[in-house]
């Protein structure tokens, strides 16, 4: 079965400090997609990033990066220069390629707390 | 703004009470997923939609709860005679799949927030 933990409940830094959300994940397909989604406290879930299975190179956007580690089944996110902004709480999810869509399965999330 | 709609925001109900929610998609998206997420954990998947075919549904969606999608379009969620358990907020979300199934990204809206007294 699928699973994905997000072992860090909450964290908490300074503005400007480097911040590493862990993600790791349990699947027995070959052939899986994983998501990183931010949910501000309006409880809108915004997308920030998709990963294919077959696709382990890293990726950066401005102050975000993304490491994807299929011998360790890890696919965690930086902020690098953390603002207040990006407080919120942030969520792992995987899916695996059905005949009938791609329900998401995600973690328990991780409250990230910038103070300024 | 043209992202995926949900209504009410907030609802609050008596226990046996039904309720319904409405779930509106990005415009000419095909699919539409309902999820539920209690206070602390992420959200699970409830039900989901292809056009109007209903294709999936969890062992999570008992009886009491029916999902539609008549046209293809908006969805509503129906939960009959609420439960305190039922208690949570009811998220909505949608994506196009065309050819290109392994590029799908589902799209959220801002919930629906369910309080059963």
């Known amino acids: 079965a699928q699973k994905v933990t997000q072992a860090q409940t909450e964290i908490s830094v300074v503005e400007k400090e480097d911040v590493t959300l862990d993600c790791v994940y349990e699947?027995?397909?070959?052939?899986?997609?994983l998501f990183w989604y931010k949910q501000p406290p309006s409880g809108e879930l915004v997308f920030l990033i998709r990963?294919?299975?077959?696709?382990?190179q890293n990726e950066i956007s401005g102050r975000y990066s993304w490491n994807f580690q299929k011998s360790t089944s890890s696919f965690n996110f930086t902020i690098t220069a953390s603002q207040v902004v990006d407080s919120a709480v942030y969520f792992c999810?995987?899916?695996?390629?059905?005949?009938?869509?791609?329900?998401?399965?995600f973690g328990a999330g991780t409250i990230l707390r910038v103070k300024s | 703004d043209t992202g995926v709609s949900q209504d009410p925001r907030h609802k609050i109900t008596k226990r046996g009470q039904n309720v319904t929610f409405r779930c509106d998609p990005i415009s000419e998206h095909n699919r539409l997923y309902w999820y539920r997420q209690t206070l602390g954990q992420g959200p699970e998947f409830l039900t989901y939609f292809q056009n109007e075919a209903q294709l999936e549904k969890s062992r999570l969606l008992s009886d009491r709860f029916s999902a539609e999608r008549p046209k293809g379009s908006f969805s509503t969620l129906e939960i009959q005679r609420t439960e305190q358990g039922d208690s949570a907020m009811y998220l909505c979300?949608?994506?196009?799949?065309?050819?290109?199934?392994?590029?799908?990204?589902?799209?959220f809206g801002p919930g629906t927030r369910l309080l059963v007294l």
């Open positions: 699947t027995r397909d070959t052939t899986y997609y």
């Open positions: 979300a949608s994506s196009l799949v065309g050819l290109a199934v392994n590029q799908e990204t589902q799209y």
């Open positions: 990963r294919n299975s077959f696709d382990e």
């Open positions: 999810a995987l899916s695996e390629a059905g005949e009938y869509g791609n329900k998401l399965v």
